[in-house]
């Protein structure tokens, strides 16, 4: 291995950075399609269900799962101890 390249710190960064770059985004996305559902069969697509109970739910969860992330990074960036 090279002295000037640490493979392991580079695999490290690759990592977080599709968690967190691809992970987050997707994350939120799915939250927010639990709160809006797809149209059902037949009808207009402005004609949507209301999100239930159980996806309102997920929804919250998913949405606090994103928000600790970004907390934790900023945590992170700003060097609290």
Excluded: E, K
Aim: without cysteine; positive net charge.
């Amino acid at each position: 291995m090279n002295s000037w390249i640490n493979l392991d710190a580079i695999w490290r960064i690759v990592v977080v950075g599709l968690l967190t770059g691809a992970g987050l985004p997707a994350l939120f996305a799915l939250g927010l399609r639990l709160l809006n559902p797809a149209p059902l069969p037949g009808r207009p697509a402005t004609d949507r269900p209301a999100a239930g109970p159980l996806g309102r739910a997920l929804a919250g969860l998913i949405f606090a799962v994103v928000l600790a992330a970004i907390g934790w990074g900023v945590s992170v960036i700003v060097g609290h101890r």
